[in-house]
């Protein structure tokens, strides 16, 4: 069992940066696939961006390769998403999820926080 609590969403102007962190409880987080998934009003909720469990590897969609980057430390049981040039259509309810298999699809994540919301001002 896994618990997820994201923080560090708010109000930024479109081009800032801003940092998400999702901490996990339990002895198996580096046991788990950690993703970031989005969901923006009316909208499915999304693939942002995949860590392996040692950290090692990476995936991101396409709308946030290169501007999004995650990170975790399972000694810390925390990871990390830094988001850069952000653009207003990455305003969205953000959330972690922590799943057993490597995948960009929201229903293979067994474990999920209740989000934060980031909102990025035009």
């Known amino acids: 069992q896994v618990q997820l609590v994201e923080s560090g969403g708010g109000l930024v102007q479109a081009g800032g940066s801003l940092r998400l962190s999702c901490a996990g409880s339990?002895?198996?987080?580096?046991?788990?696939?950690m993703g970031w998934f989005r969901q923006a009003p009316g909208k499915e909720r999304e693939f942002v961006g995949a860590?392996?469990?040692?950290?090692?590897?990476?995936d991101y969609a396409g709308s946030v390769e290169g501007r999004f980057t995650i990170s975790r430390d399972n000694v810390k049981n925390t990871m990390s998403l830094e988001m850069n040039s952000l653009k207003p259509e990455d305003t969205a309810v953000y959330y972690c999820?922590?799943?057993?298999?490597?995948?960009?699809?929201?229903?293979?994540?067994?474990?999920w926080g209740q989000g934060t919301q980031v909102t990025v001002a035009s």
């Open positions: 860590i392996t469990f040692s950290g090692r590897s990476t």
């Open positions: 339990g002895r198996t987080f580096s046991d788990h696939i």
């Open positions: 999820a922590a799943g057993a298999y490597w995948s960009r699809e929201k229903n293979r994540y067994d474990y």
